[in-house]
């Protein structure tokens, strides 16, 4: 029970304290961070005071850079790390702090648009990759020459998709290359039309042709941990990727490569599961896992119109990072819905698991929304502002009256058939509704209150007009170990 809902007393204990020793030669901090373009990107914009912002498994590197570009610019460097969510999102209300001007974003990112316009650049790095070793694991899993493939990678690897690309182009015929999506700064006008964005990446597709149409090969993940929960830039592309076209892998270091198509049904079977398990839910957390990404209130709102709409309660909690010790603190929780960047949203979750399940939006959106499409159909949207008002994957609610709310379903996990929900308007009221008792009296109907009620121990009695009145008395003095009148035992 320690280990799942806290952590064991010994942790902090044996836990050594002390800065983070430099992770890359000082000769080879130039090529590995990119500051010749950092140094122009800061002096384009003559920006006095920048905040460089670092994941943690890249700290120990941060004075080394921040000193580096404080000495060839001039400005002013503030180093951010210890992000309140995830490190992958801009962390636009750290550099508000520091009053920056702009900011720079080292590793690994969502590339999600900020909530508040800033100036921002991404050095995603350059991990290294054998063109050699790659070419010839696409070439052994697709035999056909004339078979459509994009050629994906994580984020570190898109500097060498091109390369590969040249290797394979003379044989085949139909090759797609992916690129980062990142994102265009604020009032930026561009004449050329902009090629397919999904999955945070760009597609410059043909006219007349569509992703669909296309297999996966995919440069990135690493050869000592295989499983995709690891990786949730590569869950995402599996979620998302159309089920009916292959789908593999290749380590960019060794050239190691399997199919991914098992493992995407493996997800896909799982998140269906988990729209079950909304079905079934009263009581939705919706838990807020960002603040610097675009349209945020814009999700909350919607989605506490879509569980009311539905007939279920919401509540709200802003918890920072979600851990079991955090949740555990809403029992009456039936499931969490994670509003978060696409890449928090589908974060491995801890090993010790949730005793509730953390569900991302697009799968609450399905268990709620009855004019949804059915599974199989409807593309599995790991970003939030994919089913908002404007996106293209948008689906409104129907009206009151239509036959979708009175739908009969049965529960796939207990098997009991789920009655039809009373349809609420986004501006009826909720938690705050009076419920009439037989005795004529009110209360407020609360599914807090009426959890603390199921359960067999609520608290201390406090046992009003049934305890003797007494005038009030000196009590013990001390502190805990060791009160005054226990004597030296």
Partial sequence: MEST?????????????????????????????????????????????????????LLGDAG????????????????????????????????EQAGAQALVH??????SPPARPLPVTFVLGQRSVALELCAKAFEALNPDATAPVVLLSEPACAHALEALATL????????????????????????????????????????????????????????????????????????????????????????????????????????????????DAHVVGLLVGTLGVARYREALTHFRNLTQAAGKRSYVLALGRPTPAKLANFPEVDVFVLLACPLGALAPQPSGGF?????????????????????????????????????????????????????????????????????KPPNAPGCSALTPRPQLELAESSPAALFLSSRSWQGLEPRLGQTPVTGAVSGRRGIAIAYEDEGNS
Avoid at 106 to 111: K, S
Avoid at 210 to 216: K, M, R, T, V
Wanted: proline letters at 12%.
């Fill in 64 to 95: 080394a850079v921040a000193t580096r570009l404080e000495e060839i610019t001039g400005s002013k460097m503030f180093i951010l790390g210890d992000t309140a969510y995830g490190s992958c999102c801009v962390d636009v209300l750290g550099a």
């Fill in 168 to 279: 394979l182009r003379p044989r085949y015929l139909d090759l797609l290359v992916s690129s980062p999506a990142l994102p265009l700064p604020t009032g930026y006008l561009n004449s050329v039309p902009e090629p397919l964005e999904r999955f945070g990446r760009c597609f410059p597709l043909a006219p007349g042709r569509c992703l669909e149409e296309y297999g996966a090969f995919y440069v990135g993940g690493s050869k000592d941990s295989p499983g995709s929960d690891l990786d949730p830039d590569l869950s995402r592309l599996l979620l998302g990727w159309a089920p009916g076209q292959p789908f593999s892998s290749c380590c960019p270091e060794t050239g190691q490569c399997q199919d991914e198509s098992a493992r995407a049904g493996r997800l896909r079977a799982r998140r269906q599961y988990l729209v079950e398990r909304a079905r």
């Fill in 355 to 423: 005793f509730r399940p953390v569900l991302a939006p697009c799968e609450l959106e399905a268990a709620c929304n009855p004019a949804w499409p059915p599974p199989g159909l409807a593309p599995h949207l790991t970003h939030y502002a994919d089913m908002l008002p404007g996106s293209p994957f948008h689906v409104p609610l129907p009206p009151p009256d239509s036959e979708l709310w009175d739908t009969p379903d049965v529960s796939l996990i207990t098997g009991e058939l789920r009655p039809a929900p009373t349809w």
């Fill in 106 to 111: 080292f590793g690994p990112a969502c590339l």
């Fill in 5 to 57: 809902f806290s952590s064991p007393a010994e942790a902090s204990l044996q836990r050594e304290a002390g800065a983070g020793g430099l992770l890359t030669p000082l000769a080879d901090l130039d090529r590995v961070y990119e500051l010749e373009r950092v140094v122009g990107f800061v002096r384009d914009l003559g920006c006095q005071r920048v905040a460089l912002q670092f994941p943690d498994q």
